[in-house]
């Protein structure tokens, strides 16, 4: 775990604290900017847990910096524990798959790229991190409606983990109150790059491909890729990304 | 992460698999005997945080060794996320304090020893872990009665945390059960002791104590010496930790 300052506040302020999940992707920088806006001091908190797609960190900090996090802390976890997963091993990314049928869950339909637990875990270090420096809000930028049809991202699970935490936690035994903000929950893709548009989010540093090149230019075929693309259409807003497009 | 195999079958097989948390200390040790009992085959997971006393850790991996895991895996997470204890900093553990109060959670009796999220982020990797080895079920040693007034030792958040799991994963979703266990969890310490001199655990070399001295001797005055003491006593059982008790 390391943990940097980018855009610490010359004083302590007494504005609220948060932790955001940062992944790099556009969601979690979507997310990190609605934080940011909501008032609050944000820690973006960072995994690095064995990904395939290892731009995705250099990304999270560039996000992280870019939006005024006040601090970033990068966690490695180790790979062994997230196995089976085509982001973490040699297992093909699915390509050109049928996104258009991905906007709702469906038992069943969870693809290769899902990794176990991956929210839970992110979500109670989160926990941990938010009691020990003093922070009362946590936000991931989850969304159940352009989404791959992961478990960990369904307002259910979101609600349970919630409880769980408030359960597990002496800020939250206390009366003193744990939120967890998943503010993309409802949201197409196209309307989360609208809000990040507005809050002036620069989405050409963001990365969302499963499965980029060498150069870290984006597949284009991925389920990542196409939600993205869609998204950046659907807005009628120019898609900044750099493709192979082959 | 690593993974030691210390007791693998020569060959695959058809048993169920669980993860045990073996922190070293004897409801840990109770309930890994307990899930072989119950005629599982364990994996203990065992976790390196930071903690001061340090002999737990070995403790843990004899415990495992002994008790018949087929694999005993030592995750290491970053002490930074789990600060603010005495347990993970220079902070005094609390010595004689009144245990026999401690027999029900009641609001602002959380003490110092209180670890941020332990058994959240102990638990989420133990689900991300069971999904990676298909493991599907989970054990721990908590316990509502003679503890130390953890938040996170309830039977609600125990159950608050099963159902987080089974939405968060591949294999809650699909309908597979991913049973969480607390066996131990309305015991008495002395119950717990009973169970295991039944089920043959050999206490002299699981360790309890948070403010061992340099040889690994027991304090006799912490919370967890206090009621471990007692609950040999109250168990008719001879206590077989050595205690420095000055």
Redesign the interface.
């Known amino acids: 775990?390391t943990?940097t300052r980018p855009n610490q506040p010359a004083c302590e302020t007494d504005q609220p604290r948060a932790i955001v999940l940062v992944s790099g992707g556009l969601d979690s920088a979507t997310t990190l900017a609605i934080a940011r806006d909501e008032g609050f001091a944000c820690r973006a908190l960072v995994f690095d847990y064995g990904q395939r797609h290892r731009v995705e960190l250099e990304a999270a900090s560039k996000v992280a910096q870019a939006l005024g996090a006040e601090a970033i802390?990068m966690?490695r976890l180790?790979p062994?524990?997230?196995?089976?997963s085509a982001l973490t091993t040699a297992i093909a990314v699915p390509k050109d798959r049928d996104t258009g049928s991905m906007s709702s869950h469906q038992?069943?339909e969870?693809p290769v790229t899902?990794v176990?637990?991956?929210?839970?875990?992110f979500?109670?270090?989160a926990?941990?991190?938010a009691?020990?420096?003093g922070a009362s809000d946590i936000y991931i930028g989850v969304n159940a409606v352009d989404y791959s049809g992961y478990?960990?991202c369904?307002p259910?699970?979101i609600e349970?983990?919630g409880?769980?935490?408030q359960?597990?936690?002496?800020a939250?035994?206390?009366?003193g109150a744990l939120r967890v903000h998943a503010p993309l929950m409802e949201w197409t893709k196209a309307q989360i790059i609208q809000r990040g548009n507005e809050l002036g989010v620069d989405y050409a540093i963001t990365h969302s491909c499963y499965d980029p090149d060498a150069q870290g230019r984006a597949c284009g075929h991925c389920d990542s890729c196409l939600l993205r693309s869609a998204g950046f259409e659907q807005a009628g807003i120019a898609d900044p990304t750099t493709y192979i497009r082959v």
Chains 1, 2 share one sequence.
């Open positions: 775990m943990t802390t966690v180790d062994d524990a997230f196995q089976g038992a069943g969870i899902y176990p637990a991956r929210n839970l875990v979500l109670s270090y926990t941990a991190l009691e020990s420096v478990p960990d369904r259910e699970f349970a983990f409880r769980a935490a359960l597990a936690t002496k939250g035994d206390e009366g």
